[in-house]
C-alpha cells in the first residue's frame, strides 16, 4: 500500500523528497527507485509515525548506519518523536541530526534550543512524504515520485479501480 503524508497547507521547500520507511527493505527500495529515476536531488528517510517510543533511537541508528554504508545517493534521515521530549533528547544526545516533536509539548521550546544549540533541527510536524508500505510489488509508484513528484498533487491509490466485493444489501 502507498499513501502519501501530506499535513493541510504545508509545502516543502528544501527540495528534499522523503520517503517514510519502516525498515531496511523499504530503505533499499527508496534508494533503489530514487536511482532508476535518475532523481539527483537529496532522499530524506522518514521514521514511522512515533518510532522513537517503539522502535528506538538505537534501532533508527542502527538502520541508518547500515544504509549510509551501501548509499549511492546523498540522504538525511529524520526520526519521529511524536510528543517524547525525553525521546528527542535521547536522540539529540545520540548524534540525530534532525528530529520532530509535536510543538504542543510543555518542554517544545527548551528541546528546541539544545536542538539549534547543536546545529541540528527539531521539526514541528512530519513533512510531506511518500508512506512505503511494503510489500511493494512493483516500484514504478515510487519511482514516478522521484522522476515527476506526481505525490504532491494526488494520491496514487485513490486512482486505483474499487476492487472490494460487492455485498447485495437489496431484501
Aim: aromatic share 8%; hydrophobic share 40%.
Amino acid at each position: 500500500m502507498l499513501t502519501e503524508n501530506r499535513p493541510l497547507f504545508s509545502s516543502s521547500s528544501t527540495g528534499i523528497r522523503y520517503v517514510c520507511v519502516h525498515d531496511r527493505a523499504g530503505v533499499h527500495v527508496a534508494l533503489r527507485a530514487a536511482g532508476l529515476a535518475e532523481y539527483g536531488g537529496c532522499i530524506g528517510l522518514l521514521s514511522p509515525p512515533g518510532a522513537v517510543a517503539y522502535m528506538g533511537v538505537g534501532w533508527w541508528h542502527a538502520l541508518m548506519n547500515d544504509v549510509a554504508e551501501s548509499a549511492r545517493q546523498a540522504f538525511v534521515h529524520v526520526l519521529d518523536c511524536d510528543n517524547s521530549p525525553a525521546g528527542a533528547l535521547m536522540a539529540l544526545r545520540c548524534g540525530q541530526q534532525t528530529a520532530i516533536l509535536r510543538p504542543q509539548n510543555p518542554q517544545y521550546e527548551t528541546i528546541r534550543a539544545l536542538y539549534a544549540q547543536e546545529k541540528a533541527a527539531l521539526l514541528p510536524q512530519r513533512p510531506p512524504s511518500f508512506n512505503l508500505i511494503m510489500p511493494l510489488s512493483a516500484i514504478s509508484s515510487l519511482v514516478g515520485y522521484f522522476a515527476h513528484g506526481y505525490c504532491q498533487h494526488q494520491h496514487p491509490e485513490n486512482n486505483a479501480p474499487d476492487t472490494r466485493q460487492k455485498k447485495d444489501c437489496s431484501p
